[in-house]
């Protein structure tokens, strides 16, 4: 088994034209499990990742704060303990319009990469 301390895994700063105000620790990565990832996500007020897709799926685990998730359909907004599962190829995007930081577990299959 491994453990480890999710606060000492050194955040990276993910800045893109679609990715604005987040950060991201890689506590469990390809280098220790063979199938899967899971990353934290922290984004800071009016922080967002637009709306894209990939053909994975995701699981998300809201830690802290309030989500917006942003998807084909319209928006909604995930509070501490909620869940989301998002298909393969699903629209989606997330954004934080409150002024608290927002967490999240991300978890993905291999095929995601970090």
């Known amino acids: ?6 606060y000492e895994v050194s ?3 993910v800045e893109t034209d679609e990715v604005k105000g987040v950060l991201k620790r890689v506590l469990i990565g390809l280098n220790v499990a ?3 990832v ?3 996500f922290t984004i800071k007020p ?4 637009e709306k894209h897709t990939h053909p994975w799926e995701h699981e998300i685990f809201v830690l802290k704060g309030k989500l ?13 303990g909620d869940f989301l599962f998002v298909q393969p190829n699903e629209v989606h995007g997330f954004r934080n319009d409150v ?3 927002v967490e999240f577990l991300c978890l993905i299959p291999k095929e995601g990469g970090e």
């Open 1 to 6: 088994m491994i453990s480890g301390r999710a």
């Open 11 to 13: 955040p990276k700063i």
């Open 34 to 36: 063979p199938n899967f």
């Open 38 to 40: 899971m990353r934290l």
């Open 46 to 49: 009016n922080g967002i990742i």
């Open 68 to 80: 917006t998730v942003i998807g084909e359909s319209g928006e909604f907004v995930l509070e501490e």
């Open 99 to 101: 002024e608290e930081e």
